[in-house]
Every structure is written in C-alpha cells, then in structure tokens.
T-cell receptor
Framework: DTGVSQDPRHKITKRGQNVTFRCDPISEHNRLYWYRQTLGQGPEFLTYFQNEAQLEKSRLLSDRFSAERPKGSFSTLEIQRTEQGDSAMYLC?????????????FGPGTRLTVT | QQQVKQSPQSLIVQKGGISIINCAYENTAFDYFPWYQQFPGKGPALLIAIRPDVSEKKEGRFTISFNKSAKQFSLHIMDSQPGDSATYFCAASKPGGYQKVTFGIGTKLQVIP
C-alpha cells in the first residue's frame, strides 16, 4: 500500500515536553498538508507545503508549532512545550500537482494526548 | 465562524434506507465540494466530490445534490448498509495556489440492521 503514512500513531506526553510527528506522503505527490482534528469536530487546516516550501500557515499554528519538509518528501511537525489544549489528532494529507490538487489523501493520523 | 455548516450531527438509519446529510456554505468563492468518510481511528477518505457547474453527481450508492443558488449541497446514501456506519464530513475548497479544505462538523451515521 503506497498511501500516506504517519508515525507514531499514538503519542502520550507530559505537559511541557516537546513532540515530533512524521508524515510520509504518497511518493508522486508534491503537495502536503497538516490538519488538526479534535473530538467531534472536522479537521482544521494547519499548514501547507508545495515541495519543500511552506506556503501557508493557519493562525492555529502558534509559534510553539513548527513544520518542515526538508527535501520535498517526508514532513515533520514539532510541538514545543506541549499544553493540554494540544491534545488532538494530527492528520497529514497529500495531493497531486496542478489539475488534481483538489484530491487530498489523508494518512491515519497521530493521536496526541498531553497529560 | 463556521464556513461550512453541516446537519444533522448524528443520524440513525435502518439497513436499506436512505441516509441524507445536508450542508450549506457562505463563501461563493468555493468551487469544489468533496465529501469525506472517516472510520474510527482512521483518517478521512475522499468519497465523492462535485463542482458547482453540475447539480448532481452519482457514484454507486452515493449521490451529491448541489443547489448553487441556495448555496447548499447534500449527500444521499441509497440502500444504506451497516458498513456505511462512519462519520461523514462535507467540505469546500477555493481555487488558487493551494486547496485548503474547509470541513463541516461531521455527521455520525449509524446504520442498524
């Protein structure tokens, strides 16, 4: 299966710790998105990469959050000094280039619990 | 401000019945309206999508109806099956450099035998 993969699937951390999540998109997709989903809500956009360039960041992405996609392939999302309000499912999605960029394929997500 | 409003938030349908989920949007710049299906512990999966230049799109048992003047669209699941039990999200996207998807709140569908 060559779908979007995310690692880890679950992360439990104590408040104040740093965490890092990884996303591997579908190999031929040059567009990558991060979303956050809390219980009972739809996913909310966090940030977008085209190749290695981060082109858009949501206001939801505070300065404790940083995302990278160093070689235009996998991406990482780091949260520093985690807070209980950061507990959520973090979803990664990828899409093909122009003409099909509307089609976003989601990974299984990383569920973060901050205690 | 919720740009895509979805209802109902939960729905129980008998096997073989029709499930109907409704969405409304405010921003007329939206030009792509996908529906996603999400099972517990999984990411959302693209189910079916429509552009506003058509009023209906059908794929198997799933149909999107679109009313551009009313800024409303809906998902109909015909002959609903227990395996359709999942959370369904309507969404909308604008044209431009990237396609950030704005999701509705979701509808938890339960199909009972």
């Amino acid at each position: 299966d060559t779908g979007v993969s995310q690692d880890p699937r679950h992360k439990i951390t104590k408040r104040g710790q740093n965490v890092t999540f990884r996303c591997d998109p579908i190999s031929e997709h040059n567009r990558l998105y991060w979303y956050r989903q809390t219980l009972g809500q739809g996913p909310e956009f966090l940030t977008y990469f085209q190749n290695e360039a981060q082109l858009e960041k949501s206001r939801l992405l505070s300065d404790r959050f940083s995302a990278e996609r160093p070689k235009g392939s996998f991406s990482t999302l780091e949260i520093q000094r985690t807070e209980q309000g950061d507990s959520a499912m973090y979803l990664c999605a990828s899409s093909p280039g122009p003409g099909r960029s509307y089609e976003q394929y989601f990974g299984p997500g990383t569920r973060l619990t901050v205690t | 401000q919720q740009q895509v409003k979805q209802s109902p938030q939960s729905l129980i349908v008998q096997k073989g019945g029709i499930s109907i989920i409704n969405c409304a949007y405010e921003n007329t710049a939206f030009d792509y309206f996908p529906w996603y299906q999400q099972f517990p512990g999984k990411g959302p999966a693209l189910l079916i999508a429509i552009r506003p230049d058509v009023s209906e799109k059908k794929e198997g048992r799933f149909t999107i109806s679109f009313n551009k003047s009313a800024k409303q669209f809906s998902l109909h699941i015909m002959d609903s099956q227990p395996g359709d039990s999942a959370t369904y999200f309507c969404a909308a996207s604008k044209p431009g450099g990237y396609q950030k998807v704005t999701f509705g709140i979701g509808t938890k569908l339960q199909v009972i035998p």
